[in-house]
């Protein structure tokens, strides 16, 4: 079992910046890949960005790309996403997720993620 737990959303003006943190707990996380992902109200869940289990091999949705960057400290049980430049369309909620049958790829999407964290809420005015 993984448990994930997400912080750091909030409500910021356009142009800001926020840095969410997802801490993960149960089995190792070295091991495997994690990404983030976000849903807007009325939309599906989309990829935001993922990362391999080394931090060697990044995978950024073309959105986001240039504006937010995924991160892990693997001492720390940690994946980061700070996220700068922030739009009003970048509002949603915010989740990060564990894909521990695999580790080396960083995927794009939901299929490949086997634990979910609860969210945390972004919003940014404009």
């Known amino acids: 079992q993984v448990q994930l737990v997400e912080s750091g959303g909030e409500l910021v003006q356009a142009g800001g910046s926020l840095r969410l943190s997802c801490a993960a707990s149960?089995?190792?996380?070295?091991?495997?890949?994690m990404g983030w992902f976000r849903q807007a109200p009325g939309k599906e869940r989309e990829f935001v960005a993922a990362?391999?289990?080394?931090?060697?091999?990044?995978n950024y949705a073309g959105s986001v790309k240039g504006r937010f960057t995924i991160s892990r400290d693997n001492a720390k049980n940690t994946v980061y996403l700070q996220m700068n430049s922030l739009k009003p369309e970048d509002t949603a909620v915010y989740y990060c997720?564990?894909?521990?049958?695999?580790?080396?790829?960083?995927?794009?999407?939901?299929?490949?993620?086997?634990?979910w964290g609860q969210g945390t809420q972004v919003t940014v005015a404009s």
């Open positions: 990362i391999n289990w080394s931090g060697g091999s990044t």
């Open positions: 997720a564990a894909d521990t049958r695999g580790g080396v790829v960083a995927y794009g999407s939901t299929f490949y993620y086997n634990y």
């Open positions: 149960g089995r190792t996380f070295s091991r495997y890949a």
